[in-house]
């Protein structure tokens, strides 16, 4: 079965950094596009970056472009969002997913992320 398991979330200042992994398994990881998204409580589901099945392109939202970079090492089947200048309003629970015809399709568990000081 596909399972895809995130974790590095934890609670950071303002201004501090988080890398967060994502490792999948259950499928061919290298001929899937994978994106993380993000929800935080009371808000809808937000796509933060999304990276192609080689890591040739990536996508951003524009309230994280500039901050955060999504990279992958098919190698080892998992996916990165490093996430620099970290704000408040990033607060959230982040998740990875798999995704087929531009639509994410699997979800990992997600796991937090706090900013706070």
């Known amino acids: 079965q596909v399972q895809l398991v995130e974790s590095g979330g934890g609670l950071v200042q303002p201004g501090g950094s988080l890398r967060l992994s994502c490792t999948g398994s259950?499928?061919?990881?290298?001929?899937?596009?994978m994106s993380w998204y993000r929800r935080a409580p009371g808000k809808e589901r937000e796509l933060v970056a999304m990276i192609t099945s080689g890591g040739d392109n990536t996508n951003y939202a524009d309230s994280v472009k500039g901050r955060f970079t999504i990279s992958r090492d098919n190698a080892k089947n998992t996916v990165y969002l490093q996430m620099n200048s970290l704000k408040p309003e990033d607060t959230a629970v982040y998740y990875c997913s798999r995704r087929i015809m531009r639509q994410p399709i699997n979800w990992g568990q997600g796991t937090q992320v706090t900013v706070s000081s």
């Open positions: 259950g499928f061919t990881f290298s001929n899937y596009a």
